[in-house]
């Protein structure tokens, strides 16, 4: 992806070869890309809530267990809050607005089950998507 796109999110892949920030297949990049991380080792983990056991921790990394879909889906939110930004978004991303009978526009509002949580972006959440 980071070969055909840009982002300043790129990531260091080693010393010898940086993030290939400036390496494009294209003379300019095809399309934007952002990538977000959730980070599983205990430094990352506490960093965004601390106090998971070490043993709750290690079992994280088996994505297939129901049990940790909840913490997992907590964690997501947590790093979301921290690592997305409303610049990394151009305009062409905002929602439209909505004519109403007056004649004059409002802003989309999306419904209760797609308001916004912790992030700030509009996204319906797993307990909610459970319900």
């Known amino acids: 992806m980071q070969w055909l796109s840009n982002s300043d999110r790129a990531r260091v892949i080693d010393s010898e070869i940086s993030n290939l920030s400036a390496d494009l297949l294209a003379r300019i990049p095809s399309f934007s890309c952002q990538r977000y991380q959730l980070e599983l080792p205990r430094a990352g983990v506490d960093a965004l809530k601390p106090g998971i056991s070490h043993k709750k921790l290690a079992a994280l ?11 997992l889906q907590d964690l997501g939110e947590l790093s979301a809050a ?3 930004a409303d610049k990394q978004f151009p305009a062409v991303f905002d929602l439209p607005t909505l004519p109403i009978a ?11 089950s ?9 996204h319906r959440t797993f307990r909610e998507s459970r319900r």
């Open 114 to 122: 797609l308001r916004k949580h912790g992030s700030g972006h509009s």
């Open 61 to 71: 990394t088996e994505m297939g267990r129901p049990e940790n879909l909840e913490l």
């Open 82 to 84: 921290k690592q997305i």
């Open 102 to 112: 007056d004649g004059s526009l409002r802003a989309y509002r999306p419904p209760p």
